[in-house]
């Protein structure tokens, strides 16, 4: 046997100890401990860094204790974060660049952490420095985790990293995919150029998003992307040409379907109420928060559609709750068949209920995978940010299993558009409904077929040994 096939056969015969470091958020948390989950399973040992607040809170998905340890992190002080501020579920969005200068104060406890431990492996996504924190140590390979759609590295980091070019730019230039970008569809319009200013804000003292980005995926060794080459891996080759490395593949890693009966707010109850397939359930994630007017054109659009509705969004700015918000007389028209909650739910419980019929999602990643792979329901399309746009283009532009909400040139949709996205997808005569039905149960067969999550996994671990004897 040739010795570079002895050496990666030894290694496989052994386990992996790999460090998980995310970005201080639970949208990132969760992703990578459901990673290690899968892992674990497999067998290897994972110590995970992470705030002490968010351990009590994810404890219980923690499903291998004895091969995941979790490492409590103090979180610095900055001054202008609030005392005790630990993830981003602590901090308006408008102080995230302290809690980014608070996670870069943590180098070098990070550093004497894998000095000791000499891990195989680090996986991390905004903590910038790690990679060159492992070549100082030596003989630790560094994973960008990226836990969003492709498309949005793809589109957003291959281009010029200049702000003042960039701010210099007509709308069109600014959105204009950079050379090679192997996609027309999944794009931005003219008018979603201020999607992409993000890129340029200070997210830590003295680096951009874009340069905490680029860095990360320039330095290491090797980018892993949370999706499967079915549906993404055009956005994956394109990763692989223009940062010169290794592009590997987790698949989708979707959580099991809960068990049991849907017993948060009497929401089984309450949804037996209804017909089959007829109920819609409306959810827009932990970070996003509506102007007051655009709430209103979300609840008067649902109404409008006729169809009892399951409401979950945040209490929209300036207010103190969704109540008072509400348009007048709204609450009373629609108490027998609207109910709205400003608190968390069971996502994919209610997405897999009988009575639930069509899903309208503001597309974040996590919510994109499990309305595609876990659930029957219609798909209507409602992001608001870079990436989440990116996904709906992929959704109703690539693979058409779903509809987009139409907005204007400001970005803002109305009672009318949403209204006509839910019936174009839910009026049984509905060409574009029967398309995009067909189109998502076809999909559904496939991420759902036998083996095809777990030969990712087993794929991915051979793939770190590969790089491992490299």
Known sequence: ????????????????????????????????????????????????????????????????????????????????????????ADVPRSLETLLATAMDELSDEIKSFL????????????????????????GIKTLCYKIVCPATSAYSLVR????????????AEKVRPPPGYPSNTVVLHEHEAKLLEFLFQEYGKGVTIYERLSKGMTLCDAIALKTCREIEGTFGDYLATQFKKPVLYTGPVLPDPEKGPLEEHGLSNWLEKFEPGSVVFCAFGSQLILEKKQFQELVLGLELTG????????????????????????????????????????????????????????????????????????????????????????????????????????????KESLCKAVKCVMDKDSQVGCLVKENHRKWKEVLSSPGFMSNYIDSFIQNLHELLVK
């Open 307 to 414: 169809l009892p509705f399951l409401l979950v969004v945040k209490p929209p700015e300036g207010t103190k709750s969704v109540e008072e918000a509400l348009p007048e007389g709204f609450k009373e028209r629609v108490q027998e068949k609207g109910l709205i909650l400003d608190c968390w739910v069971p996502q994919l419980k209610i997405l897999t209920h009988k009575s639930v019929g069509c899903f309208v999602s503001h597309c974040g990643y996590g919510s994109m995978w499990e309305s595609l792979a876990l659930c029957d329901c219609q798909l209507v399309l409602l992001p608001s940010a870079n990436d989440q746009t990116l996904s709906s283009r992929l959704m109703e532009q690539d693979l058409k299993v779903g509809v987009e909400v139409k907005k204007d040139e400001n970005g803002w949709f109305s």
């Open 115 to 138: 000095r000791n431990l000499k891990p195989h492996f680090v996986f991390f996504d905004f903590a910038h420095w790690v990679p060159e924190i492992a070549t100082e140590i030596g």
């Open 1 to 88: 046997m040739p010795q570079a096939q002895k050496k990666l056969a030894d290694s496989i015969d052994s386990k992996l100890q790999i460090v998980m470091f995310p970005w201080l958020a639970f949208g990132h948390l969760i992703p990578f401990l459901s990673l290690s989950n899968e892992l674990a399973k497999k067998g290897h040992r994972i110590s995970f860094l992470l705030p002490k607040n968010a351990e009590i809170k994810l404890q219980n998905f923690n499903l291998y204790p004895n091969l995941i340890t979790f490492h409590t992190l103090k979180i610095p002080h900055i001054h202008g974060l609030p005392y005790g501020a630990e993830t981003t």
């Open 160 to 171: 010029s990293p200049e702000k003042s070019v960039f701010m210099a730019s007509t709308a």
